[in-house]
């Protein structure tokens, strides 16, 4: 009898400790697991490109501003409409990415009609060579030492006004396009490559 108990001890002692063994090793491999999971954000970065090429070149008066939908209703029936409609349906596929990349709200609409207007403003301070369009996505002012006090007084007030709102303007890009807000960084930079060419 005292043999079995010694016996049955021994086995709930080994039980214990192969439990314990198992309740480890499944500890170590889960923490393993999520150690070597890489959360990978998704960042569209050919449409943020395209839409920023889209909302630089507008700003700048290269290109004519995106059509809005609800405006273009009415024309719809008209001659013209109808053709770009025919046109529409019977093109390729690709013909439709160009509508899925334009990024527009009310505050992106309101923030281009902005620094359009200040653009003009800015373009005589381009044309002198004092302002830098850094690898960030902002304006900052460069040497200056060839403008008068009104000038850089001005300067300095629409490089601050320009900055707020391209800063606006990143973040209401991110939203649009349900990008993490952690990415507006990102976006910036996209952005800075098409403020960096060549104003005319």
Not at 128 to 157: F, I, M, P, Q
Request: hydrophobic share 40%; proline share 4%; charged share 30%.
């Amino acid at each position: 009898m005292q043999k079995i108990k010694r016996i049955s001890r021994k086995g709930r002692t080994a039980m214990k400790k192969e439990q314990t063994l198992l309740w480890t090793a499944a500890a170590i491999a889960l923490l393993t697991l999520v150690a070597c999971v890489n959360i990978n954000i998704y960042f569209p970065a050919e449409k943020v490109e395209s839409a920023a090429e889209e909302i630089v070149d507008e700003i700048r008066g290269i290109k004519p501003p995106p059509e809005d939908r609800q405006s273009s209703a009415g024309t719809f029936w008209s001659h013209t409409g109808i053709a770009h409609a025919i046109r529409l349906v019977f093109s390729p596929a690709s013909a439709w990415a160009g509508d899925e990349t334009t990024v527009s709200n009310p505050t992106i609409r309101a923030l281009r009609d902005k620094m359009k207007a200040r653009f003009h403003a800015l373009t005589p301070f381009y044309q002198k060579n004092v302002l830098n369009e850094g690898d960030d996505g902002y304006l900052s002012a460069a040497d200056t030492g060839g403008l008068n006090l009104k000038e850089k007084r001005d300067l300095n007030s629409l490089v601050d006004a320009e900055n707020s709102d391209r800063k606006t303007l990143y973040a209401e890009v991110a939203k649009a396009m349900k990008i993490e807000p952690s990415q507006v960084e990102k976006i910036a930079e996209i952005f800075a490559k098409e403020w960096k060419k060549p104003v005319r």
